[in-house]
């Protein structure tokens, strides 16, 4: 397992000079056989990289010297293996070391294997440090911490824990294309495990998980990898018959092949600001075999993609922070800033106000976002609706699915957190024009 020993580092490494985890896991050229053991390696490193860090500058006698991020990545990847892995402790460091070596850090070898060895040797003691360490114990920056015990004094712990889990394998059924108890019955055929979510029809779960070439009906457009929680969505959106449908952000396309779906008769327009992210959601769409006009534009601005005509829904899937998703992406709590939220929430306010004028008499414009930090939520659509004139403030109401239950403190949406349900955090807010 060298080779995906190196594919590991290489990623990790990547993703210590600013870069996304699963380009960089995808990008490496590894042996089929040997890239699940790498991704994984690869992704409980950074998910554990609060304690990985904080270890290795009690382990280097000048923590503080520059060093080759490949380096880092190494004993980093190393330690994870030893701590949260099963491999023998033995191997684990030889195999780090013969990794070192064939990825040009012959010099750096014999530094490795002590550190290692060290830790091998005083890893009771050194636990009991990381103890003490607040980011090293959550796995999460200090600022995140602070942010959380300000909107979730209550349930930050609990968010804290439930981030540094493992996230679950949640399915859509494509309805277009089976039902919840024919694709249960094809997936027992397979011999894997899949349990219906309580309140979601189309919504499944499979533990453990299974990469999707394993998923019956997947390749087919049977079956869609999507949260339970963005599944919520389409609950909020309701799209109807002959709708006009704006998807806004609409990349990976996720949500826009559940509304049509769910509605195949509907016209759904999808725009992305990104050229490579428009791609997937037209080869979702095409997996899936589902029609939907898909441009690549900027949904501010108007002049280069709208003509003119209103929608009935407008589904605004707004760029955030994706503090709600760390269980799937834990790259995100590292690579953030602590002023992420503040400056994305004008980008936010921005498609509020920009796209609320497009929205049809009758009709619903809901807003959602993969965060859990309040000023790009419930701060957002409060600020919005404050800001609208007088005129447009009267035409406007605040609508949720039947049955739902909202905080009384947050009238304008739902929180959903990481977690509930053992879902991903995400939040969602729906106004519609009188």
């Known amino acids: ?36 053991f790498a991704q994984a390696l690869a992704y409980t490193c950074i998910r554990h990289l609060g304690s990985a860090r904080a270890l290795l500058r009690m382990l280097l006698s000048h923590p503080d010297r520059e060093r080759p991020p490949l380096l880092d990545a190494v004993v980093m990847c190393a330690l994870t293996e030893l701590r949260h892995m099963a491999t023998p402790s033995h191997a684990a460091v030889a195999e780090s070391v013969a990794a070192a070596r064939e990825l040009g850090l012959p010099r750096q070898a014999g530094l490795i294997n002590a550190l290692l060895r060290r830790y091998v040797r005083e890893r009771e003691s050194l636990d009991a440090k990381l103890a003490l360490d607040p980011v090293a114990r959550s796995e999460h920056p200090q600022w995140w911490i602070k942010q959380l015990e300000q909107d979730w004094p209550e349930q930050a712990g609990a968010i804290l824990r439930a981030n540094d889990q493992r996230a679950p394998l949640w399915l859509r ?78 990349a990976p396309g996720g949500k826009t092949a559940q509304l049509l779906e769910r509605c ?50 407008i589904l605004i899937d707004a760029p955030c922070t994706g503090s709600g998703v760390t269980r799937r992406h834990p790259d995100i709590k590292w690579l953030r800033r602590a002023s992420d939220p503040q400056q994305l929430a004008q980008i936010q306010l921005r498609l509020l106000h ?13 807003y959602t976002t993969c965060s859990v930090f309040r000023a790009e939520n419930q701060g957002v659509i409060t600020e919005f609706v404050d800001n609208l004139e007088a005129a447009e403030r009267a035409q406007l109401s605040h609508w949720r699915p039947e049955g739902t239950v909202v905080n ?24 519609e024009r009188a």
């Open 173 to 250: 059924i494509n309805t277009q294309r089976g039902n919840r108890a024919s694709m249960l019955e094809r997936i027992a055929e397979a011999g894997l495990v899949a349990k219906p979510h309580p309140e979601l029809a189309d919504a499944l779960r499979v533990d453990p998980p299974v990469p999707v070439e394993q998923l019956p009906g997947f390749a087919n457009g049977m079956l869609s990898v999507q949260d339970a929680a963005a599944q919520r969505v389409v609950e909020w959106a309701q799209p109807q018959a002959g709708q006009r449908i704006l998807a806004a952000c609409a």
């Open 1 to 36: 397992m060298t080779h995906a020993r190196q594919a590991a580092a290489r990623a990790v490494a990547t993703v210590l000079n600013g870069h996304s985890l699963d380009q960089a896991v995808a990008a490496q050229a590894v042996d089929s056989r040997q890239r699940p």
């Open 408 to 431: 009384a403190w947050m009238p304008h949406g739902l929180q959903v957190l990481p977690g509930d349900n053992d879902e991903d955090g995400f939040f969602y807010a729906a106004v």
């Open 264 to 313: 195949p008769d509907a016209e759904v327009l999808a725009l992305d600001i990104d050229a490579e992210r428009v791609q997937r959601i037209e080869e979702n769409l095409r997996r899936l075999d589902l029609k939907a006009q898909v441009r690549c534009a900027d949904a501010c601005k108007l002049d280069s993609w709208w003509d003119g005509e209103p929608f009935d829904r």
């Open 354 to 366: 920009t796209l609320w004028p497009l929205l049809a008499p009758g009709g619903r414009l809901i």
